[in-house]
């Protein structure tokens, strides 16, 4: 029974942390729809930013909300440079509509090898806030820390307040419109290109939570070359089109879904199933429901 719940709780602790990544994607498709494969490289850069904060101030509090500061500066910054000019072209027929996304893979390149050159190819390391020591039932130990469960509730409050912007707010309405229809929402006034920019903020603020708590759920270390950010990305994109990718909540069920079901496939199939896995699941909900759990089927156009 005590493995059973284990292996429950470690697949809540990991989904949650798929669940963030997943929410970065989904707030960059929701604003722009294109999908950043860049995210991985920002969620690095970020939580080096809170390393950063963590060397010279001592303190997880600090170091959190810098990253996620850090990690919205930059992802502004690319959407300033970059993709707004891919996206125009694109838009104008200059170039192909799906050249901003291979571009999103090129700048993964580019971050990483900029993290590479600035703080080289060690391991660095940041450390919890929270004891990751596992609760005690009677002589049992749960895999449910004070850390895992500060990640949860994280997960939780981060997905109630941007449900609260998108739902119940006028820039919520805004960055709808303008991933939608962008000509329809410049003649209503709301200025498209500052929407985006703020869309993808957003999506680098959350990345940057997931690539903290990603590294202090680990053993705390981490360095350009972690395999840990790219199988974050692979999980978070997974857990976007699994949930829906126009659904906030959906990223949130998606990101739990995958992180109880490769849980329970490692525990009692096999460990060696780790990376098929995720795609099996995949295929499993495309084949069954490809607009995802949570997605809404696309209108059909005479």
């Known amino acids: ?61 600090i170091a959190l909300p810098v990253a996620m500061a850090g990690g919205a500066a930059v992802a502004a910054f690319i959407e300033l440079v970059f993709m707004r000019f891919l996206l125009k072209r694109s ?10 996304i291979i571009a999103t893979l090129g700048l993964l390149g580019v971050i990483r090898a900029l993290t590479s050159s600035i703080w080289g190819g060690q391991d660095v390391r940041i450390v919890g806030p929270v004891s990751n020591v596992g609760y005690s039932i009677g002589a049992n130990t749960l895999a ?5 469960l500060l990640i949860l509730v994280t997960v939780i409050v981060l997905v109630l307040l941007l449900s609260l912007l998108f739902q119940k707010s006028s820039i919520g309405l805004s960055l709808r419109a303008s991933a939608f229809s962008p000509e329809i929402a410049r003649l209503s006034g709301i ?25 202090v759920n680990g053993n705390g270390s981490f360095s350009p070359d972690s395999i840990e950010f790219s199988l974050l990305l692979v999980s978070g994109f997974i857990a976007a ?15 739990l879904v995958l992180g109880l079901v490769i849980s329970f496939v490692l525990m009692y199939i096999s460990s060696s199933l780790f990376f098929i896995a995720p795609f099996v699941i995949l295929l499993i909900v495309l084949f069954l429901r490809p607009q995802g759990i949570i997605g809404a089927k696309a209108a059909r156009r005479a």
Not at 241 to 251: E, N, P, T
Request: hydrophobic letters at 55%.
């Open 241 to 255: 089109v699994i949930g829906g990718l126009d659904s906030l909540i959906g990223a949130v069920i998606g990101g």
């Open 91 to 100: 838009a104008h027929g200059a170039i192909s509509g799906v050249a901003p």
């Open 144 to 148: 449910f820390s004070p850390l895992k």
């Open 1 to 61: 029974m005590i493995q059973f719940i284990n292996t429950l709780l470690i697949g809540i602790t990991a989904g949650s942390i798929y669940s963030l990544m997943a929410i970065a994607i989904v707030l960059v498709w929701r604003s722009t729809r294109v999908i950043n494969f860049a995210q991985a490289g920002m969620a690095l850069l970020s939580t080096y930013f809170g390393y950063e904060a963590m060397v010279h101030l001592n303190s997880f509090w």
């Open 191 to 215: 200025r498209v290109d500052a929407v985006r920019t703020l869309g993808w903020s957003l999506a680098g603020a959350s990345g940057a939570v997931a690539g903290m708590f990603q590294t």
